[in-house]
T-cell receptor, first 113, second 114 residues
């Protein structure tokens, strides 16, 4: 158990809908990262938050947004969903940024039908 | 930009066989290198890491050496077990040039048969 929790575990929704994925980092960790794992794109970095502030963006679509709250949990919002958004979404946390070890949650499997 | 290339899978071995999974990288700075493992239905777990040239990371019988001259970080294990069946990802982090994000290879599915 990494100490990172993600909810829900599975999500099935229709095209055009909006969903919110939630991540609680390990106790004391200030950084939260989101990654997407799909069959055609592999594992890709989406976005990094540190202590409530956005630090870096990767290949994140404009339809996707994220935030980190004062209690350090994070949410990833996916809107106008398309079939191609079906993937496993991982959250990871680390103590700080830089070369701090990242601990991964179990992931949320999103299926868009 | 940074990138990681892994040998394509899947790889199927018999128990007690020797394992090598090749990984090469491209980076503009001085990256840290990692191997992560993903068991079925689970998240990624850090298997081992190396932070500078010639460092050797090791864990649970797995080893990898950071080779700057060949830009490689190949994963090896002398005698695999059925319980090693999983997907293995090579990754790098290059904070000075791309922040603390991890850049992953494609993943290699390993199946070990009894």
């Amino acid at each position: 158990d990494s100490g990172v929790t993600q909810t829900p575990k599975h999500l099935i929704t229709a095209t055009g809908q909006r969903v919110t994925l939630r991540c609680s980092p390990r106790s004391g960790d200030l950084s939260v990262y989101w990654y997407q794992q799909s069959l055609d794109q592999g594992l890709q970095f989406l976005i990094h938050y540190y202590n409530g502030e956005e630090r870096a963006k990767g290949n994140i679509l404009e339809r996707f947004s994220a935030q980190q709250f004062p209690d350090l949990h994070s949410e990833l919002n996916l809107s106008s969903l398309e079939l191609g958004d079906s993937a496993l979404y991982f959250c990871a946390s680390s103590a700080r940024g830089g070369r701090s070890r990242q601990y991964f949650g179990p992931g949320t499997r999103l299926t868009v039908t | 930009g940074n990138s990681v290339t892994q040998m394509e899978g899947p790889v199927t071995l018999s128990e007690e066989a020797f394992l090598t999974i090749n990984c090469t990288y491209t980076a503009t700075g001085y990256p840290s290198l990692f191997w992560y493992v993903q068991y079925p239905g689970e998240g990624l777990q850090l298997l081992l890491k190396a932070t500078k040239a010639d460092d050797k990371g090791s864990n649970k019988g797995f080893e990898a050496t950071y080779r700057k001259e060949t830009t490689s970080f190949h994963l090896e294990k002398g005698s695999v077990q059925v319980s090693d069946s999983a997907v293995y990802f090579c990754a790098l982090s290059d904070p000075e040039t791309s922040g603390s994000r991890l850049t992953f290879g494609e993943g290699t599915q390993l199946t070990v048969n009894p």
